[in-house]
């Protein structure tokens, strides 16, 4: 069964932890993303890579890290530094090419308490 | 990067009326127009797509039109039905995959 698997679907986080948000793709897809949602708000990029081993910075790459060792996966920190990480995050991938369809993972809740 | 604007941001119609919701972008190298729909709670999944060297496109009740010189393209929904009640994105591409969606249009069907 192909797609975009995200783990997990809810967590929640204390104040000062580090979380790491799990995505994996078996799509063959080289270009992987990552999306912040807020509720009732649009989609905001984190970061994103192209090719394995390599990634840039989107809009609101503040606190947040990635990697990208493999080429299916592409795991997100949320880190200590990012002083509101409460949201919806999603997970896209795509192949390389430009003009290609997005694809999203289901989402991940974080909740810090 | 791409400056992305979508109106409204809030549209409302009765069932068997028809909605179009437009999306401006800066970039004008953007080459790719697709539009995605989002349930509550749910993930965004495309719905309809346009490429720069064409005009329009239209499959079933979902038509992308495309103004390359005016830097917009729109969503039109025809014979709404109230399971076309979502939020719907605009994300013309920039950069070679780096993706940048619109704030987004929430769009309402009254049975």
């Known amino acids: 069964d192909g797609g975009i698997t995200q783990s997990p679907k809810y967590l929640f986080r204390k104040e000062g932890q580090n979380v790491t948000l799990s995505c994996e793709q078996n799509l063959n897809h080289d270009a992987m993303y990552w999306y912040r949602q807020d509720p009732g708000q649009g989609l905001r990029l984190i970061y994103y890579s192209q090719i394995v081993n390599d990634f840039q910075k989107g809009d609101i790459a503040e606190g947040y890290s990635v990697s990208r060792e493999k080429k299916e996966s592409f795991p997100l920190t949320v880190t200590s530094a990012q002083k509101n990480p409460t949201a919806f995050y999603l997970c896209?991938?795509?192949?390389?090419?430009?003009?290609?369809?997005?694809?999203f993972g289901e989402g991940s809740w974080l909740t810090v308490v | 990067g791409e400056n992305v604007e979508q109106h409204p941001s809030t549209l409302s119609v009765q069932e068997g009326d028809s909605a179009v919701i437009k999306c401006t972008y800066s970039d004008s190298a953007s080459n790719y127009f697709p539009w995605y729909k989002q349930e509550l709670g749910k993930r965004p999944q495309l719905i309809i797509d346009i490429r720069s060297n064409v005009g329009e496109k239209k499959d079933q009740r979902i038509a992308v039109t495309l103004n390359k010189t005016a830097k917009h393209f729109s969503l039109h929904i025809t014979e709404t039905q109230p399971e076309d009640s979502a939020v719907y994105f605009c994300a013309p591409l920039y950069n070679n995959n780096d993706m940048r969606f619109g704030a987004g249009t929430r769009l309402t069907v009254k049975p």
């Open positions: 896209a991938s795509s192949m390389a090419s430009s003009g290609n369809t997005i694809y």
